[in-house]
């Protein structure tokens, strides 16, 4: 029952987009579902197909782990140093800011190809998890901090039962938030970079010969990565996770 109650919703949006398809009539400007699947269908077997995937992804994702580290890094900073984090605030609004395609135009002159995935997921995510982590340090409860220093409580146990739980819910949503970010970003980057043996280059290609069911095929399978991936990331967190959130940690 509960199946049913999640996948009602996709049956009825793939319902509408036949209908339209039907109502156009012509499967370069709009291919049905049933075109779009059976051109993934063509696609799976095809090693090609799941080199790009790897190629692109280890990329992205690259770019999401380092942003990950360099926000955590200059959170931790500017908390301790209120004075930089008014320095460093309007570099980051400008990076949320500033358009993606304006970033990828410019860093094309600084890096190759390959690599300006890394480097556009990276500067995305950045403000974001930055955000993230910044704000949930300073919504850890202070009373429970000043109690832990009059009790004498090492760093390790304020670490565990004080400042990581309180990050947690702050830091999970921002997670959420830029795993789409990068994926969006990272691919935006391969389409206009077109680093060969990328699902930008291919998305890309496929778009130049006019192929649109295998347009329609490569947007589904980036949707269906990036939504994978997202769900597995905050799956794994809260799995690590949980002892924090139960007090369950000595």
């Known amino acids: 029952m509960r199946l049913i109650k999640k996948l009602w919703p996709l049956a009825f949006w793939v319902a509408v987009w036949q209908l339209l398809a039907l109502a156009v009539g012509h499967t370069l400007l709009l291919p049905g579902p049933w075109e779009v699947v059976k051109t993934l269908g063509d696609l799976l077997p095809q090693g090609d197909f799941w080199a790009r995937i790897g190629y692109?992804?280890?990329?992205?994702?690259?770019?999401?782990?380092?942003?990950?580290?360099?926000?955590?890094?200059l959170a931790l900073f500017t908390y301790l140093c209120p004075w930089a984090g008014r320095l460093v605030r309007p570099l980051l609004q400008f990076i949320k800011a500033a358009p993606v395609a304006g970033f990828i135009i410019l860093a094309l002159l600084w890096v190759?190809?390959?690599?300006l995935a890394i480097l556009i997921s990276f500067l995305m995510v950045l403000p974001v998890l930055y955000g993230a982590v910044l704000g949930g340090m300073e919504?850890?409860?202070r009373q429970l901090l000043e109690m832990a220093r009059v009790y004498r409580i090492s760093f390790g146990r304020q670490l565990v039962h004080i400042w990581l739980p309180g990050l947690l819910p702050s830091f999970r949503q921002g997670c959420g938030?830029?795993?789409?970010?990068?994926?969006?970003?990272?691919?935006a980057a391969e389409v206009i970079g077109l680093p060969a043996g990328s699902m930008g280059d291919a998305l890309y290609q496929a778009k130049i010969t006019l192929d649109s069911p295998q347009v329609f095929a490569w947007t589904l399978v980036i949707i269906c990565i990036s939504f994978a991936f997202e769900k597995g990331f905050l799956w794994l967190l809260d799995r690590l996770t949980r002892p924090l959130r139960k007090g369950e940690c000595p």
């Open 56 to 73: 692109s992804g280890l990329r992205i994702l690259g770019g999401f782990f380092l942003g990950l580290g360099a926000a955590a890094l």
């Open 177 to 187: 938030v830029a795993l789409g970010l990068c994926w969006k970003s990272g691919i």
């Open 112 to 115: 190759r190809s390959r690599n």
């Open 139 to 141: 919504k850890v409860d």
